[in-house]
């Protein structure tokens, strides 16, 4: 049975949920964002303080009255609350008492802003980021104990009294929650006297606010994430790993218990990694298939052609064994004598098809020009019969062909191919051998003048141990493997031959090689 979550499967969905997890851990990065809009924020609330001290400083005092003055004259256009505080450190002027304004940041607006820290996502999704924040020490900053709202931050006015900055952070008690203020203090000098301070208050709800939402969008996007993350990766891992677990249930069972295949794999209509991997091994059990079926071919043929001449010897030894003339005992030994060397070129011949389609591969090459290849195999014939024979006639082209091959191997093929044509071509006609360059290929055609051959023998003419020759004793002679050592030859340097019959009388065999095109002058 297939297993629903494989192991490909499974890292699918582990990489795809890391690169989830990876932009969701830069909601770590929103604590930086806060901190830069708190600076922000006290930079504001610290300009604010410092315009009121100013505009109190120009007085040339520091009364309650020119402090409200200036607090109407500013008309609630400011942001933060602002206090006068005397040198005694007493509140002479309130902007939250003047107006009917109410109180900077009310807790009606904080409950509407904070509902979104009290979603169950939001509080989950924060666990890690927690978890984060301690492991790389990114903890909150540290706030004075709560205390209410109207109590002075006693730590900053001190600090302007004495003439320096002053600022510190205060939690506010509100309903649900404590809130976090925001206290700068600037001193009032007048005649070079620190006679009071401006105190500067300031809410972080805002800010805060906007993180809240922020990271509940982020939530959002991540859990929507990882729901699309897993669908597709179990998606995605079911339509590989079943094709692959498919394809390696199928190389289970493609053999029996004695090694014999029992099929192949059937090529798939996919059009990706996967359906071209079952179409390269459909391919594969086919040549597979194919060499197995060869194989058993030839031991078949083997054991065929091996009878007559076995039954001859057996027939021939056991006359010989009662016959008393010794010339008539002579003639039969020579007839065995000629059974055995035809059994030996039986053997000779299979053997060498089946080195030849075992080590070609594997053999040396190199760039072979044809053309002279040819010239020499046409000059080997008629040196080896001057007088006798028909004309071999040779037509190559301009250029320079070469193929990437054994020289000795391609010298075999068109040595048995044109060994074939003179033996059928009278002594008074002529063997044309011609090449021609097609594209990326060169073809070599072999024409002879004989009988042609046989339609019913068209398909069996590269067969193994077929010979076809009226009027002579096929057991004597040819052993029907030089077209069959031609094909394995060619078809081993990803070639092809054919024969077929001409118009006019008389066979062709056609050779196609690739060409060398590195190797091509010019």
């Known amino acids: 049975m297939i297993r629903f979550l494989s192991r490909i499967?499974?890292?699918?969905?582990?990489?795809?949920?890391l690169l989830v997890f990876l932009p969701a851990t830069g909601v770590l990065l929103l604590d930086t964002y806060e901190?830069?809009?708190?600076?922000?924020?006290?930079?504001?609330?610290?300009?604010?303080?410092?315009?009121?001290?100013?505009?109190?400083e120009a007085t040339g005092r520091l009364e309650s009255s020119d402090a409200r003055s200036i607090l109407l004259h500013l008309g609630?256009?400011?942001?933060?609350?602002?206090?006068?505080?005397?040198?005694?450190?007493?509140?002479?002027?309130?902007?939250?008492?003047?107006?009917?304004?109410?109180?900077?940041?009310?807790?009606?607006?904080?409950?509407?802003?904070?509902?979104?820290?009290?979603?169950?996502?939001?509080?989950?999704f924060m666990l890690p980021v927690r978890a984060a924040r301690l492991?790389?020490?990114?903890?909150?900053?540290?706030?004075?104990?709560?205390?209410?709202?109207?109590?002075?931050?006693?730590?900053?006015v001190q600090q302007a009294l004495k003439g320096r900055y002053?600022?510190?952070?205060?939690?506010?008690?509100?309903?649900?929650?404590?809130?976090?203020?925001?206290?700068?203090?600037?001193?009032?000098r007048v005649d070079g006297t620190v006679v009071g301070a401006v105190l500067v208050s300031q809410s972080t709800w805002r800010v805060m606010n906007t993180l809240y939402a922020v990271r509940l969008d982020v939530a959002r996007v991540v859990l929507i994430s990882l729901v699309v993350a897993g669908a597709l990766s179990l998606l995605l891992g079911l339509t590989i790993a079943r094709p692959l677990t498919r394809l390696r249930r199928r190389s289970e069972e493609i053999l029996d218990r004695r090694g014999r295949l029992t099929g192949g794999f059937e090529a798939g209509v996919r059009r990706d990694e996967i359906g071209d991997l079952e179409r390269a091994l459909a391919e594969l059990t086919r040549r597979l298939e194919d060499h197995l079926s060869a194989t058993e071919s030839l031991a078949s043929d083997l054991s065929h052609e091996f009878k007559n001449p076995l039954a001859s010897i057996r027939a021939t030894t056991e006359v010989a064994l009662d016959e008393n003339d010794p010339k008539i005992r002579h003639t039969m030994l020579e007839n065995i004598q000629t059974d055995v060397a035809r059994l030996e070129r039986l053997l000779s011949g299979a053997q060498e098809i089946s080195r030849i389609e075992m080590l070609i591969e594997r053999e040396d090459r190199d760039q072979v020009p044809l053309g002279a290849l040819l010239e020499?195999?046409?000059?080997?014939?008629?040196?080896?019969?001057?007088?006798?024979?028909?004309?071999?006639?040779?037509?190559?082209?301009?250029r320079d062909v070469r193929i990437w091959a054994s020289g000795d191997r391609l010298l075999q093929v068109f040595?048995?191919?044109?060994?074939?044509?003179?033996?059928?071509?009278?002594t008074d006609r002529q063997v044309i051998v011609s090449m021609e360059v097609v594209n990326d290929w060169a073809?070599?055609?072999?024409?002879?003048?004989?009988?042609?051959?046989?339609?019913?023998?068209?398909?069996?003419?590269?067969?193994?141990?077929?010979?076809?020759?009226?009027?002579?004793?096929?057991?004597?002679?040819?052993?029907?493997?030089?077209?069959?050592?031609?094909?394995?030859?060619?078809?081993?340097?990803?070639?092809?031959?054919?024969?077929?019959?001409?118009?006019?009388?008389?066979?062709?065999f056609v050779v196609r090689l690739r060409r060398e095109l590195s190797a091509i002058s010019s």
Request: aromatic share 4%; glycine share 10%.
């Open 415 to 426: 040595e048995n191919l044109l060994a074939n044509a003179v033996s059928f071509t009278p």
């Open 443 to 508: 073809e070599v055609i072999i024409s002879d003048d004989g009988p042609g051959i046989p339609p019913e023998h068209l398909d069996r003419i590269f067969s193994r141990f077929f010979s076809y020759r009226p009027g002579t004793d096929p057991g004597r002679g040819h052993m029907g493997l030089g077209l069959a050592i031609v094909k394995a030859i060619v078809e081993g340097y990803g070639g092809t031959v054919t024969a077929e019959n001409r118009a006019q009388g008389g066979a062709r």
């Open 166 to 188: 002053g600022a510190t952070t205060l939690i506010r008690p509100t309903v649900g929650r404590d809130t976090v203020e925001l206290h700068i203090a600037i001193p009032i």
């Open 76 to 124: 609630m256009r400011h942001i933060a609350r602002l206090r006068v505080v005397d040198h005694n450190g007493g509140v002479i002027a309130d902007s939250s008492a003047l107006g009917p304004r109410r109180e900077p940041d009310a807790p009606a607006v904080e409950t509407a802003t904070s509902s979104d820290r009290e979603r169950p996502l939001y509080k989950i």
């Open 35 to 56: 901190r830069h809009l708190l600076e922000a924020q006290e930079r504001t609330m610290s300009q604010e303080g410092r315009l009121l001290a100013a505009a109190l």
């Open 376 to 398: 020499g195999v046409q000059e080997a014939f008629r040196r080896r019969r001057p007088d006798q024979g028909p004309t071999i006639n040779l037509s190559l082209p301009d």
């Open 9 to 17: 499967s499974i890292r699918l969905l582990a990489f795809n949920l």
């Open 135 to 156: 492991l790389t020490g990114q903890n909150p900053p540290d706030t004075s104990p709560a205390q209410p709202f109207d109590e002075l931050p006693r730590t900053a």
